[in-house]
């Protein structure tokens, strides 16, 4: 039965015809962790038509390197040489949250800042890209909400907004045309992180089954 609701749940992200589904597991506190990252934030997809929007990499190419990896010269995102970055010393209570997540590998996991009047212009992040239909064996992206200011308003196209708050952790559909603008006064920060489920796959199986019973009415 959980595997019948899982693939359920993959055919509406697959489909667009989902938005997002909230997870039912907590994130720790970890504010003193995001101070220790704070200086190494660089501008994200710099020269777009995006504004205050900065990153950094936990787990990833390199700390700077924020981008897929044929930004880099790769051409296989789930075969690059993605690994921990230095910034898994200075934040062990988010690392050990990631190593405890159902996934077997990552590519990218990466702080998100958008500073206080920030945008994210309205995009899609994999557009034309043909996704498999066991999503499962394919990347799969986690947003947590670490710090969301209440003014601010992630969009997904005919779905409407994110019901965000502090800790909420979501898959998100990011296949669909969204946009995020920060109106308060404070650093919206984010965690995304691409999980590959792997041989993790009934524990993620699990968690989706036990997320839609809890959440899906929600949507």
């Known amino acids: 039965m959980s ?49 205050g929007w900065e990153s950094c990499c936990l787990h990833g190419l390199d700390i700077d390197k924020t981008l897929v990896a044929k930004e880099y010269g790769y051409k296989d995102e789930l075969n690059a040489p993605y690994k921990w970055t230095k910034l898994k010393k200075l934040c062990p209570v988010t690392t050990k949250f990631w190593e405890e997540f159902p996934a077997e590998r990552y590519s990218r ?3 998100m800042k958008l500073r206080p009047g920030g945008t994210v212009s ?4 994999h557009p034309g890209t043909v996704i498999p239909k066991d999503l499962m064996n394919h990347l799969i ?17 005919d779905h409407g907004h994110v ?3 502090d800790k909420r952790i979501y898959m998100v559909n990011i296949l669909k045309n969204h946009m995020v603008t920060n109106n308060s006064m404070i650093d919206r920060i ?8 792997g041989n993790k796959r009934k524990e993620f199986t699990d968690l989706i089954t036990r997320s839609w019973d809890k959440y899906g009415v929600q949507i």
């Open 163 to 165: 019901p965000f708050k």
């Open 3 to 51: 595997e019948q609701v899982t693939q359920e749940v993959i055919n509406k992200f697959i489909t667009r015809k989902l938005g997002w589904l909230r997870l039912d597991i907590d994130f720790p506190e970890i504010e003193k962790e995001l101070v220790n990252v704070e200086p190494y934030y660089v501008e994200h997809r710099e020269g777009e038509k995006h504004k």
């Open 122 to 125: 309205i995009h899609n992040d």
């Open 190 to 197: 984010h965690m995304i992180a691409q999980v590959h489920v």
């Open 109 to 111: 996991i990466r702080f």
């Open 141 to 157: 992206p986690i947003n947590v909400a670490v710090q969301h200011p209440a003014e601010c308003v992630m969009h997904i196209e």
